[in-house]
């Protein structure tokens, strides 16, 4: 079992930057991958970063590309999401989630935090 919970999240301006992160409960923490999602209202929840357990490989959604960093501390159990550049269609609720294999599909994910909105203002 896994527990999940994310921060971090708050209002700020088109171009500012914020950091997730995403504090996980549980000895295990280090042989998961690790995902973000997000979903805006009215949308599909949808992916934007994951990181394999060790951290050697990480993936983007192409809307994220050179904008957002995920990373991750298996000393700490965090994994985070550095956000930089942001648009006013970054505005969404954040989620982070824990699959025993590295992915962009959300059904494979096992394990989710309660999410955290990011607000991004034109």
């Known amino acids: 079992q896994v527990q999940l919970v994310e921060s971090g999240g708050g209002l700020v301006q088109a171009g500012g930057s914020l950091r997730l992160s995403c504090a996980a409960s549980g000895r295990t923490f280090s042989s998961y991958a690790m995902g973000w999602f997000r979903q805006a209202p009215g949308k599909e929840r949808e992916f934007v970063a994951a990181i394999s357990w060790s951290g050697g490989s990480t993936y983007y959604a192409d809307s994220v590309k050179g904008r957002f960093t995920i990373s991750r501390d298996n000393a700490k159990n965090t994994v985070y999401l550095q956000m930089n550049s942001l648009k006013p269609e970054d505005t969404a609720v954040y989620y982070c989630?824990?699959?025993?294999?590295?992915?962009?599909?959300?059904?494979?994910?096992?394990?989710w935090g309660q999410g955290t909105q990011v607000t991004v203002s034109s």
């Open positions: 989630a824990a699959d025993a294999s590295v992915g962009a599909d959300r059904y494979e994910y096992d394990y």
